[in-house]
């Protein structure tokens, strides 16, 4: 009952990036606050909750264009999710699910809503990280236990304490491998999903299972030999 919060999130996820980086540095300097700002409006512990917030922030006013040059956010990436935002609901209603008006503002002043978190973690449990002990790092447990970062753009980079694990929706590898857009969740929530992530069939989930190599064990047996004419 939190399709409220996750719908307009991946609409969100789906497009560029939503932050505008103006070139002179008065301007870079403004957007840099009013980003913070936003940050805050999400509840700032959560790059998943910003973006939330910052779609509703663009819609629930008059004019979304000048809302968005107004907070340094790109006009169009806010009308393509939109327009996505309003395909997914169209989807869910063919479903007949149906959107709590309790969930219409899930955004609190302090963090994401629970249950949002909780929807991110079944949506995206291949993307789960654990910190490492003593260092600010992670890995990842996907099963190539990758070491990666905290981006430098997210609400959580440089923050007092880490949280030992997080769900990011996607790796930027540069110098360094970061995750991006990210939010803390608990290991009660995914201690039951971690197993699942060795029994994914991938190619099944892609829609390859055509193609998907075999194992010697299940190779066809290859025809015998004819027979020697007399």
């Not at 991946?10 to 932050?19: D, G, I, K, S």
């Not at 917030?53 to 040059?69: D, V």
């Not at 996607?170 to 009660?188: G, I, S």
Request: with cysteine; hydrophobic share 35%; glycine share 6%.
């Amino acid at each position: 009952a939190c399709q409220a919060a996750v719908v307009p999130i991946v609409a969100m996820l789906t497009v560029e990036n939503v932050f505008v980086k103006p070139g002179s540095k008065k301007e870079a300097e403004r957007a840099i606050g009013v980003h913070a700002q936003l940050a805050r409006e999400g509840g700032g512990s959560s790059d998943f909750s910003t973006l939330l917030a910052i779609y509703q922030l663009a819609t629930e006013g008059g004019s979304t264009r000048e809302w968005c040059n107004d907070n340094c956010i790109h006009w169009r990436a806010i009308k393509t999710a939109q327009s996505i935002c309003e395909q997914l609901g169209a989807i869910l209603d063919r479903q007949d699910v149906r959107v709590d008006e309790k969930d219409e503002k899930i955004v609190s002043s302090d963090s994401m809503s629970q249950r949002a978190r909780q929807a991110l973690c079944y949506g995206l449990f291949g993307n789960v990280a654990r910190t490492v002990p003593g260092r600010r790092s992670y890995r990842t447990m996907d099963g190539h236990g990758t070491v990666a970062y905290i981006h430098p753009s997210s609400v959580l980079f440089g923050a007092d304490s880490t949280p030992e694990w997080v769900v990011y929706h996607e790796l930027v590898d540069t110098a360094k491998t970061y995750m991006r857009t990210l939010c803390p969740v608990k290991y009660a929530w995914i201690k039951d999903l971690l197993p699942r992530l060795h029994n994914v069939d991938v190619y099944r989930l892609s829609e390859c299972s055509a193609k998907r190599p075999r194992k010697d064990s299940e190779a066809e047996p290859s025809s015998p030999p004819p027979s020697p004419k007399r």
